[in-house]
């Protein structure tokens, strides 16, 4: 059964940071876009990050650009979210997600959420003083 897992989730003082991962179970994240998803208290799901399978190529959003960096680690199977200088307005359920496979490795606009096929079942970031 593909499974994607997050964790590194947790609360954290404005200006600080966290790494969230990502991992497949049953299947290679290699293979597959993966995006990273939020969603903030009485908001809407917004994408914020995704990275493609074929070379690397990584997107944000402009609420994040500068501040978060998505990478993968072939070996570990995982992808991760670096996150720093965090804000308030980041607290939110962090979900990934994998995208079309047959989309060429390409990531869909961050906007598409509905071309990710798996989700995982979320981490909650809290930002707070």
């Known amino acids: 059964q593909v499974q994607l897992v997050e964790s590194g989730g947790g609360l954290v003082q404005p200006g600080g940071s966290l790494r969230l991962a990502c991992v497949g179970s049953?299947?290679?994240?290699?293979?597959?876009?993966i995006g990273w998803v939020r969603q903030g208290p009485g908001k809407e799901r917004e994408g914020i990050s995704c990275?493609?399978?074929?070379?690397?190529?990584?997107y944000y959003s402009g609420s994040v650009k500068g501040r978060f960096t998505i990478s993968r680690d072939k070996a570990k199977n995982t992808v991760y979210l670096e996150m720093n200088d965090l804000k308030p307005e980041d607290t939110a359920v962090y979900y990934c997600?994998?995208?079309?496979?047959?989309?060429?490795?390409?990531?869909?606009?961050?906007?598409?959420?509905?071309?990710?096929?798996?989700w995982g079942q979320g981490t909650q970031v809290t930002v707070s003083s």
């Open positions: 997600a994998a995208g079309n496979p047959d989309g060429l490795g390409i990531c869909p606009p961050l906007a598409w959420l509905h071309e990710y096929k798996h």
């Open positions: 990275i493609d399978s074929t070379d690397g190529t990584t």
């Open positions: 049953d299947f290679t994240l290699d293979h597959w876009p």
